[in-house]
């Protein structure tokens, strides 16, 4: 392989892992409004298939993703997020679409890489008082996709869309063993540790109208409370 | 990519089975090592490999590693079937199936190829079954056969669970090192701990020449099986050989890592195994339908080589398709491109001959080809004969979209 | 997967330091970026300075930006090797800039180092002559793609100035961003002064 070739995008994924360090943040949202709609007509609201990974941290500070646990989490999350839109009178549209279906419309392809980098630059940039963050938009929360995005609004019958991403890791018993070696020897290692976020954008002006991260050394989504107690770190804020 | 990126960092180092040009030193141990034959199946007659006990169509049980595997790389999957690098070419890329599934027989539905757009040899193959081709081999396999070894090695690693094993070897070793690297920091000698980092990567990569080896075994079974000449496998390790000998900035393999000249032992190997296996009645090396798929392709594949800006391994890479004989003009066209762009001493008048002599050797070399000799003329100020070059180039390519950028310079010349 | 191992440390160490980071480019005031030349953006960009070259964005790097080459000479890359301390090895392998290359080679040159940055798809889609500070210079369009597939658009501006080259680029996303700030882009363009 060519040596840097990779560099520049390497380069950007260490800023934000080293804003994330500066930061050492368990929740940081940003919101553009508190509040949906009254109209209840325009308070649709289709969650993309959430991104989710749970896996064991093996002693060697290596990650394995465990199916068995990450199924769980999905259900817990969907539970979670019904339970969630009932009670605040928002509609969920359901998204009846494979994934693999998603590449064959190249309008919708283009919109979710889009979608993606959009939440790539927020990840990067938004972080007040960092060598990361724009001067232009300091003090604000100004993120958009544009305007095209309402095509995904016509095809899903939504106002709003919300996207989900968790990575959540749990210490291996020979994680946790090194764990208490090293603090015997004074050498603080990390164990599990919960790494997400969650936006919402209004398909009709492309807008991000809120957006949260979360980070933190705990939280569990593999039982129904420990999840609950995740999603509602993760979706407050979250307009209602 | 970025966010995935960053917190894949440690599982996806391991998810790629190391492959063809990364890891000539797989033959180090040569073909005398221990005999590994698949679990249940007894090394019989005289050719040392068999496929394994894999069912087609294997899905891994949820609760183990593997699943967790799958589940990452699935996801990796669907992206790359919009990726920008992946080729979207549908003759070509059922060309490349059609391969596969002639090598992989009954596992082809289990095996997916994806030509990936880059320069350089390199294939690679995820533990799910998918595999990726990178365009640059098509330049450095010369007919059918040749592409089907490699494929036939990328199906071994599949069938050998290669991958698999690989990720448990480093999630072992990582595991065992890392209480090493505490005591060792408890004690206050951090810089030991690198040693033992580096003694753990070696050892992992031993690991894996074994499997290059016994995918290379398999390769000249699938071949054999399928019908194609085994004879041919090894001559593609002659040609790289010589690619990666004209790089001077490729790097020597440190001490710990392996040593020289193990791809002249990959290729006594392959010849070896060719000759043991069982070969098939009639034998096709499939060159004309080879170079019917790629020709269309080819001089973009040779321009993405060239933006590597490596002009000895390139020299040699044309050196051998010149031999090689299909459409000789565009290879002289691109001789010419790499001495204008070098533009050393005495390059700009090579640059010249060789477009000269793209110009009257069969076949046909691109119409840029008039720009280029243009500009060779004007770096050397021969004002009259580069003025006739851009015309030429502007009558070939009468919507040239740097029309009007030639048309400044020819007004430039006539001053 | 190395490059990242290597590169952590010193990025943390540089980014902890305060070494890098985003600056404030004004609207409305003249801004000297070095080696004589001088630009007046009429609005507030964010400014990401490192050796000869400059990125300047409003939206984020990935969604558009402009590139400032400031004065390439012979041997020089057309982008940073690195947006944290460019460090180059003028012998590796790379597209270079080299004296006495004409405009029709810039072109050629770009597109090399667009194929180096993982660039796909690159397609010029015009090329032509343009004034650029006052000087006869060229200006070429192209379309492309990002890793993920992500279509992208852009411009590239610029002249060869006593044997360096000063040069514009600038690009975004076909959808919206592009478009978006194009204007912003065209106003700093013209505002460009190189003495």
């Given amino acids: ?134 001067p232009t938009k300091a003090g604000t929360f100004e993120w958009t996709m544009g305007p095209e995005i309402r095509y995904l609004k016509q095809k899903y019958g939504a106002d709003f869309a919300l996207f989900i991403f968790i990575r959540d890791s749990y210490a291996s018993s020979g994680r946790a063993a090194l764990i208490f070696f090293g603090a015997l020897l004074g050498i603080g290692i990390p164990g599990g540790a919960q790494v997400g976020f969650a936006s919402l954008v209004d398909l009709e002006t492309g807008d991000v109208v809120w957006f949260n991260r979360l980070l933190r050394p705990e939280g569990d989504l593999r039982t129904t409370s420990g999840a609950d107690e995740t999603m509602k770190l993760l979706l407050a804020d979250m307009p209602k | 990519m970025i966010v995935r990126n960053l917190l894949f960092v440690l599982s996806f180092c391991a998810l790629i089975a190391a492959c063809a040009a990364d890891d000539l030193s797989a033959y180090k141990r040569g073909l005398d090592g221990p005999e590994r034959t698949p679990k249940g199946e007894p090394g019989r007659g005289d050719f040392p490999f068999r496929i394994g006990d894999l069912a087609p169509a294997h899905k891994p049980d949820p609760k183990t590693t593997e699943a967790g595997i799958w589940l990452q790389v699935e996801k990796l999957e669907r992206q790359i079937k919009t990726a920008g690098r992946r080729v979207q070419i549908p003759e070509l890329n059922a060309y490349v199936e059609s391969v596969s599934c002639r090598v992989a027989g009954p596992y082809c539905g289990d095996i997916r190829v994806y030509l990936m757009r880059s320069p350089g040899f390199n294939a690679g193959m995820y533990p799910n079954g998918m595999m990726h081709v990178w365009s640059g081999l098509l330049l450095r396999v010369s007919n059918e056969a040749q592409l089907a070894a490699v494929i036939g090695h990328e199906a071994g690693h599949y069938l050998r669970r290669h991958t698999m094993k690989r990720i448990r070897d480093i999630l072992d070793k990582s595991n065992s090192l890392v209480f090493v690297q505490l ?23 031993a690991f894996s020449r074994d499997s290059e080896r016994e995918a290379d075994g398999y390769s000249i079974l699938l071949m054999a099986q399928a019908g194609y000449d085994p004879e041919e496998a090894w001559k593609i390790w002659e040609a790289i050989t010589k690619e990666k000998e004209a790089d001077k900035e490729f790097e020597a393999p440190s001490f710990f890592f392996a040593s020289h000249p193990v791809s002249e032992e990959r290729m006594e190997a392959l010849k070896k195994l060719a000759k043991l296996v069982k070969k098939p009645r009639a034998v096709d090396t499939g060159r004309e339908r080879f170079l019917k798929a790629i020709r269309p392709i080819r001089r973009h594949l040779l321009r993405d080589e060239l933006h590597q800006r490596k002009f000895g391994p390139f020299n040699v890479l044309l050196d051998r398709l010149v031999e090689d004989g299909d459409n000789v003009a565009e290879l002289h066209f691109f001789r010419g491109e790499m001495h204008r762009i070098r533009n050393q001493e005495g390059d700009l008048a090579k640059a010249l001959e060789f477009y000269e002599k793209a110009r009257t050797s069969p076949g046909r070399a691109p119409a840029e080809m008039w720009r280029s000799v243009g500009l060779a003329h004007l770096k050397l100020g021969h004002r009259t004969k580069a003025r006739k070059a851009f015309d030429d180039y502007l009558r070939n390519n009468p919507n040239a979209t740097d029309g009007k950028m030639i048309r400044q310079v020819i007004k430039g010349l006539e001053k | 997967m190395t490059d990242l191992r290597k590169s952590a440390p010193v990025v943390l160490i540089l980014l902890l330091a305060g070494c890098v980071g985003f600056s404030l480019a004004k609207g409305g005031q003249r801004l000297n970026l070095g080696q004589g030349m001088s630009v007046q953006p009429a609005e507030d960009w964010n400014r990401w300075a490192v050796g000869k070259y400059e990125y300047w964005t409003l939206d984020g790097l990935n969604l558009q930006h402009i590139l400032i080459v400031n004065g390439a000479e012979d041997g020089d890359r057309l982008t940073p090797s690195s947006l944290i301390g460019h460090r180059d090895d003028p012998k590796e392998a790379f597209p270079r800039f080299r004296k006495g290359m004409s405009l029709l080679e810039v072109r050629e040159l770009y597109e090399a180092t667009l194929a180096r940055e993982k660039a796909q798809k690159v397609v010029v889609t015009e090329f032509a002559p343009a004034k650029f500070a006052g000087r006869e210079g060229f200006r070429f369009s192209f379309t492309f793609q990002n890793e993920a597939g992500l279509d992208l658009l852009g411009t590239a501006t610029g002249a060869i100035i006593k044997d360096r080259l000063y040069m514009l680029v600038y690009r975004g996303t076909k959808l919206y961003f592009y478009d978006r700030h194009k204007r912003a882009f065209e106003q700093i363009l013209s505002s460009v002064k190189i003495s």
């Fill in chain 1, 1 to 134: 392989m060519q040596k840097g070739s990779n560099f520049r995008r390497s380069t950007l994924a260490f800023l934000v892992l080293a804003a994330l360090a500066v930061q050492g943040c368990a929740a940081t949202a940003h919101l553009k409004t508190k509040t949906l709609p009254a109209d209840p007509e325009k308070r649709r609201i289709v969650v993309l298939t959430p991104d989710v990974e749970l896996s064991i941290l093996h002693a060697g500070g290596l990650q394995e993703p465990n199916v068995e646990w990450t199924e769980l989490a999905k259900k817990h999350i969907a539970a979670h997020l019904t339970k969630k839109f009932k009670a605040g009178n928002i509609r969920m549209v359901k998204l009846e679409q494979k994934e693999t279906e998603i590449g064959q419309d190249r309008r919708e392809s283009q919109l979710r890489k889009l979608h993606q980098a959009v939440g790539h630059a927020v990840l990067f940039h938004q972080w007040e008082g960092h060598p990361l963050a724009l």
């Fill in chain 2, 183 to 205: 005591v060792l920091a408890g004690a206050g000698i951090p810089v030991a701990g690198d040693v033992a980092m580096l003694m753990t990567l070696a050892s992992i990569s």
